[in-house]
């Protein structure tokens, strides 16, 4: 069974920095591109950012680009989001994902619970 | 960046009727195109990709249609279960863009 766990959100300062994580299990995480994507609370879905399966693609929304950096450890079946200059903006739930086809098409399949980040004084 | 426009923003709707949720792209995303279903307190689920593929484990009252710039989502008899928040989405070009949602309610 395809499982995706998120973790690592809470309070965050406006300009400081945190690191999300997401554990995946259940299938081959290598193979799969993963893409993280976003929901402010009361609002819709916004796509944050892709990684391809060997993590040599990466791909960012540009709201978040310069300041957010995906990435991922094949050994440890774990994508990570690494968020600096954080802003009130990116207050959100924010949820991993998994692309259906391996490669990034950008259609996923899968989704973690989310884990809701905070950012404020 | 593709604009992806939902209509309408709610949909009031007596369970056992026919729904019929539309989206537009700003440009063409060919068949490029998914939906998903997202419950209050819960992640999106996948519904249909490629504008009328249903994704595994969606009911056979979900259907999908259009291409180009125009898409439908049509839920054919409305359950209990199918009252939720629907979403849009394109694929074909970075960065990837949903809609604003229709929210489907009990009338």
């Known amino acids: 069974e395809v499982q995706l766990l998120e973790s690592g959100g809470g309070l965050g300062q406006p300009g400081g920095s945190l690191r999300l994580s997401c554990a995946a299990s259940g299938f081959t995480f290598s193979s799969d591109a993963m893409s993280w994507v976003r929901q402010a609370p009361g609002k819709g879905l916004e796509w944050v950012s892709a990684i391809s399966g060997s993590g040599g693609g990466t791909y960012y929304a540009d709201s978040v680009k310069g300041r957010f950096t995906v990435s991922r450890d094949n050994s440890k079946n774990t994508l990570y989001l690494q968020m600096n200059s954080l802003r009130d903006e990116d207050t959100a739930v924010y949820y991993c994902?998994?692309?259906?086809?391996?490669?990034?098409?950008?259609?996923?399949?899968?989704w973690g619970q989310g884990t809701l980040v905070t950012v404020s004084s | 960046e593709i604009v992806m426009t939902q209509s309408p923003a709610t949909l009031s709707v007596s369970p056992g009727e026919r729904a019929t949720l539309s989206c537009r792209a700003s440009?063409?995303?060919?068949?490029?195109l998914a939906w998903y279903q997202q419950k209050p307190g819960q992640a999106p689920r996948l519904l249909i990709y490629?504008?009328?593929t249903r994704a595994t484990g969606t009911p056979a009252s979900f259907s999908g249609s259009g291409s180009g710039t125009e898409f439908t989502l049509t839920i054919s008899s409305l359950q209990s279960e199918d009252f939720a928040v629907y979403y849009c989405?394109?694929?074909?070009?970075?960065?990837?863009?949903f809609g604003q949602g229709t929210k489907v309610e009990i009338k």
């Open positions: 994902a998994r692309d259906q086809r391996g490669d990034i098409y950008g259609d996923f399949d899968y």
């Open positions: 440009q063409s995303v060919s068949s490029n």
């Open positions: 490629g504008a009328s």
């Open positions: 989405q394109q694929y074909l070009n970075w960065p990837l863009t």
